[in-house]
């Protein structure tokens, strides 16, 4: 019989030749080596790790593996509650009654999660290999933070459509955009009205102070909205700054270029004996976490998929139009409820990424803002995903350092910048929603056998 090493050794070439998926791991060692669980979820483990290190040249130092990476039934007599809890988890009494837990008879075990490869308290998974082209020409090597479940199988799923027919062509703009907001109260619409045309005049010695202090981060000033608003008889006057950065994600670099921006039109104001209620740097009106209509934060990304309509009713089973009238229904829907994109399983899908990275933002709610989209195109079907704004500080700043555990899993990914990552985070949901829709338009979820 193969020693372990070597059957480690076996089932990483397959994965690297495509011979089986990544999920496909356990119950081929299972088959071939008569090894079961729960020894043949380790080795799967070890063989999808070895795998993700040969093609990427990078050893996992950082990302740990668990000696006993399975999940075991467990079960409360007295409140006759089952629960599934890890193996090494050292609680093993009822989260109700206090209880002893029993195991479940025969005992059975279950993966941390799918297509796990590593990872202590969070489970990562390994999803598949994604190929990018347009903006962004790479293959990436996809890594989530997902949680339980079968999630990461989706995504692995959506991949090999998405290279299977030509890879995913992606738009990514070049700079990130963030955003501060200036506020201020007055009391009178004439002088309101002054200090406007004062702010105005002075606008491009406050640029020109603030680009001095964003030059540090490469950041420069792009965009400047003043906006009058009125309300319960208060007059307000925002002043909305936009900056663009190439390398930075810049949340923390335009906080402080407005604090200077405050500083020096407060002063100007006093100067020109302007009288305001309050001068205050606002959160309500500069998009942090916040969704917009309009990209005040983030890159923009748009990733599609051309697929021939022959292929689509092949993989579904239905006519080509019931798959583009459920992507439309879903966007309906998502109008009908008031909201101005839909976010899908993309949301799950973004979450997973910035958790296994570790990098800002990590509350991903601005970035989670989606749209999925499908139209005809001569006798192709056009399949795709727009994220208005994705944020990414892939390099360690004055915002904070990236642990060495998102710099070892950023470096496996294969992404160098934060355009390649946005580039990644636009191919990995379009992977995950085009799978979701495949399945439910084939009717092959949410089924009651």
């Known amino acids: 019989m193969n020693s372990n090493s070597e059957i480690v050794i076996e089932v990483s070439d397959l994965l690297r030749k495509g011979r089986i998926p990544p999920w496909k791991a356990e119950s081929y060692i299972k088959d071939k080596y008569a090894i079961g669980s729960p020894d043949n979820i380790l080795l799967a483990a070890k063989a999808r790790r070895a795998y993700l290190e040969d093609i990427s040249t990078q050893k996992f130092e950082y990302l740990k593996l668990r000696e006993k990476p399975y999940l075991i039934d467990y079960s409360c007599d007295r409140c006759s509650l089952d629960l599934r809890l890890a193996a090494y988890d050292e609680y093993k009494y009822c989260p109700i009654c206090g209880s002893k837990l029993t195991v479940s008879n025969p005992i059975e075990y279950y993966p941390l999660t799918a297509n796990y490869i590593g990872g202590i308290e969070d489970y990562y998974s390994f999803c598949g290999r994604i190929e990018v082209k347009g903006d962004v020409e790479k293959t990436f090597n996809g890594i989530l933070q997902y949680g339980t479940g ?3 199988i989706g995504v692995t799923r959506g991949a090999y459509f998405i290279n299977h027919y030509g ?5 990514v703009m070049e700079t990130a955009r963030a ?3 200036l506020g201020y109260v007055f009391r009178k619409e004439e002088t309101r009205r002054k200090s406007i045309g004062i702010i105005e005049a002075y606008l491009s010695e406050v640029r020109l102070r603030m680009n001095q202090l964003l030059s540090k981060w490469k950041g420069k000033v792009s965009f400047v909205e003043i906006l009058p608003v009125e309300d319960m008889g208060k007059l307000y006057l925002f002043i909305d700054f936009t900056a663009e950065f190439k390398y930075f994600r810049g949340h923390g670099a335009i906080s402080k270029a407005v604090g ?8 100007k104001l006093k100067i020109e004996g302007i009288p305001y209620e309050l001068s205050a ?3 309500g009106y500069d998009g942090d976490l916040k969704p917009s209509p309009r990209n005040k934060r983030g890159r923009y990304v748009l990733v599609e998929v051309t697929i021939p309509m022959a292929e689509i009713e092949k993989i579904t089973g239905k006519k080509v139009d019931k798959f583009i009238d459920f992507v439309s229904m879903d966007a309906k829907g998502t109008e009908k409820l008031g909201w101005f994109h839909h976010t899908g399983m993309g949301g799950e ?3 997973g990424v910035y958790k296994a990275v570790k990098i800002n933002p990590h509350s991903p709610l601005v970035t989670s803002t989606e749209r999925i989209f499908s139209y005809p195109k001569g006798d192709n079907i056009v399949y795709g995903i727009e994220l208005p704004n994705v944020e990414a500080g892939t390099i360690s700043s004055d915002e904070g350092a990236i642990t060495p555990l998102g710099r070892e899993i950023i ?3 294969g992404i160098r910048n934060s355009k390649e990552f946005s580039a990644y985070l636009g191919a990995l949901v379009l992977a995950g929603e085009f799978n979701l829709s495949v399945e439910i338009v084939r009717e092959n979820l949410y089924r009651v056998e």
Request: proline share 4%; aromatic share 0%.
């Open 260 to 267: 200077l921006a405050k500083k020096l039109i407060d002063e």
């Open 411 to 413: 470096r496996v990914i």
């Open 150 to 152: 079968l999630g990461p």
């Open 349 to 351: 899908i973004v979450a």
């Open 167 to 171: 890879g995913a062509v992606v738009k």
């Open 281 to 283: 740097i606002t959160q």
């Open 179 to 181: 955003c501060r907001n």
